[in-house]
């Protein structure tokens, strides 16, 4: 496929680029990252830059968390096998299961989440 120029909209400003991904994977993709932008908002004040920054941070560490996750999973589960306690896909969904994934990968490796960051920077820790 080849590229072409595209404007997706992030936080009411138009980002303009060059793709070949489908109009269905942008539009995903701008409203994943608008969510995360939402998300982040109340914790940036009025600054759009703190906001973009906070958002990319908590991408990055949803991003960087999955792939723990999943090179600790691949390496603990031999091919074709079931792992205990393995949960269907569904449940929960959005910054609710961020945050709680977050935690509990926080509690099992000693680390602190963003949303850690977050909430005591908010006053609710």
Same mark, same amino acid.
């Given at each position: 496929?080849?590229?072409?120029?595209?404007? @997706?909209?992030?936080?009411? =400003?138009?980002?303009?680029?060059?793709?070949?991904?489908?109009?269905?994977?942008?539009?995903? /993709?701008?409203?994943? @990252?608008? $969510?995360?932008?939402?998300?982040?908002s109340?914790?940036?004040?009025?600054?759009?830059?703190?906001?973009? @920054?906070?958002?990319?941070?908590?991408?990055?560490?949803? /991003? /960087?968390?999955?792939?723990?996750?999943?090179?600790?999973? $691949?390496?603990? =589960?031999?091919?074709?096998?079931?792992?205990?306690?393995?949960?269907?896909?569904?449940?929960?969904?959005?910054?609710?299961?961020?945050?709680?994934?977050?935690?509990?990968?926080?509690?099992?490796r000693? =680390?602190?989440?963003?949303?850690?960051?977050?909430?005591?920077?908010?006053?609710?820790?």
């Amino acid at each position: 496929m080849e590229k072409r120029k595209v404007t @997706v909209f992030i936080a009411g =400003q138009p980002c303009t680029f060059y793709t070949d991904d489908s109009d269905e994977y942008l539009s995903l /993709l701008s409203k994943r @990252v608008n $969510a995360a932008m939402r998300e982040t908002s109340g914790f940036s004040g009025d600054s759009s830059y703190n906001n973009a @920054v906070l958002s990319a941070v908590s991408l990055a560490d949803e /991003l /960087l968390r999955t792939e723990q996750r999943m090179r600790l999973s $691949a390496e603990m =589960q031999k091919p074709g096998e079931k792992k205990a306690g393995e949960k269907k896909p569904g449940g929960e969904k959005g910054s609710a299961a961020r945050k709680r994934s977050a935690r509990e990968d926080g509690k099992v490796r000693g =680390q602190i989440s963003v949303w850690d960051m977050l909430e005591k920077k908010d006053g609710q820790a």
